[in-house]
């Protein structure tokens, strides 16, 4: 699914975790954290699936939006969409 974008997502496990990451395939990377290969932090979780995603034309821009969502207002957009 690689198409030269980039993407923010936000992804929920079954126990209610929340993760925000950024790729240039969420697919390939939803399935990566569900076979607990690559990150750390997701292994704690299971059935975990997409809740938000958004489009980005480069790296960087994806960065900073992944960054926001880190902050304390960005953390309240997360748990607004994780209800």
Known sequence: MASGKFFVYI???SEGYT???MSDDPERRLEEHNNHTLSFWTKRGTDWKIIHTEEFETRSEALE???????GIGRKFVKSINK
Do not use: A, L
Request: glycine share 8%.
């Open 65 to 71: 939006r992944e960054k926001w969502f880190k902050t």
């Open 11 to 13: 992804i929920r496990s």
């Open 19 to 21: 993760y925000t990451g």
